[in-house]
């Protein structure tokens, strides 16, 4: 009984949890109200002469995908893009905007130092003196050495 009055407290407290369509419709509005800003923005410095090349790129892409086009451009793409945006923009009070930046400039940080982390075994430069293909650490003129020193071991004295 009393862990039925407690689910009743609790459950007036709570608020309800949105419905999935109107999360769904909130994104849709933050994406468009950011695509439409960047365009704003980019024909107002197209009138000016000014060229963004590498964000009205990211443009084009971002208008067709939406926030998956942070996840398909290329790294140095995406950097060029968001350099030139911060350039581009001299007032954030934008909330669209700023979003976008903020979006923009983690999805970057993440994705550099994930490409850091997975270099190929093959690209790394062999340490002088080893063997192609050995796993020692030591470079083959001291593990001879080494080798040719080895005798059994003597407790000390």
Not at 10 to 33: F, G, H, I, Q, S
């Given at each position: ?125 062999p340490v002088f003196g080893m063997r192609a293909g050995s796993t ?22």
């Amino acid at each position: 009984m009393r862990a039925q009055a407690v689910r009743e407290e609790v459950a007036a407290r709570c608020a309800p949890p949105l419905p999935v369509p109107e999360l769904m419709r909130a994104t849709r509005e933050l994406l468009t109200a950011m695509r439409d800003e960047l365009r704003q923005e980019l024909a107002a410095h197209a009138a000016e002469g000014t060229a963004f090349v590498h964000l009205a790129r990211f443009e084009e892409k971002f208008s067709k995908r939406g926030l998956r086009a942070l996840d398909e451009i290329p790294v140095d793409h995406l950097r060029r893009a968001l350099a030139d945006f911060e350039s581009m923009v001299r007032n954030w009070s934008s909330a669209a905007l700023a979003d976008l930046r903020s979006r923009m400039a983690v999805h970057l940080a993440d994705r550099a130092s994930a490409s850091t982390m997975w270099i190929a075994a093959n690209t790394i430069a062999p340490v002088f003196g080893m063997r192609a293909g050995s796993t020692s650490p030591r470079p083959t003129a001291l593990r001879r050495a080494s080798d040719q020193n080895a005798g059994p071991m003597k407790a000390p004295t």
